[in-house]
């Protein structure tokens, strides 16, 4: 081989673990790259929702409006990478303590009270 050959090789090497691809999230068949969010309706809410309309005199259009706008029916969630503790981790590398396990969707945080409240987690916080 020749040196810009042997060039060549390490570079494409260099550059394809120096750029490694991402995980990425699923929903639907289709792909959600990290930092991208998907709204995902809650239909338990949206029943809970038309009942109290029903309830409280509401006519259907002014439910279906009301549907249409309340963004509490809904979740947003986040794809977010995952880590895991690196265990053997090479001290003189900045964070690699942690390493990328993959890729999930995550609440957005003003909704995560609220998420598992619904859920019944207990948290220490």
């Avoid at 040196?3 to 068949?29: D, N, R, W, Y």
């Avoid at 706008?69 to 265990?87: F, G, K, R």
Wanted: one cysteine or more; hydrophobic letters at 40%.
């Amino acid at each position: 081989m020749t040196k810009q050959t042997l060039l060549l090789l390490a570079i494409l090497t260099f550059s394809q673990s120096a750029f490694a691809k991402l995980p990425v999230c699923e929903h639907e068949g289709k792909t959600i790259n990290v930092g991208e969010t998907i709204t995902i309706r809650d239909p338990a809410l949206e029943a809970a929702a038309i009942e109290y309309g029903k309830d409280n005199g509401k006519t259907q259009q002014q439910i279906d409006e009301y549907l249409q706008y309340s963004d509490w029916l809904v979740y947003v969630l986040e794809c977010q990478l995952t880590y895991a503790v690196n265990e053997k981790p090479d001290t003189t590398v900045k964070a690699d303590v942690l390493k990328i396990t993959g890729a999930a969707f995550v609440p957005l945080s003003h909704q995560t009270e609220w998420i598992q409240r619904f859920k019944s987690v207990q948290t220490s916080l």
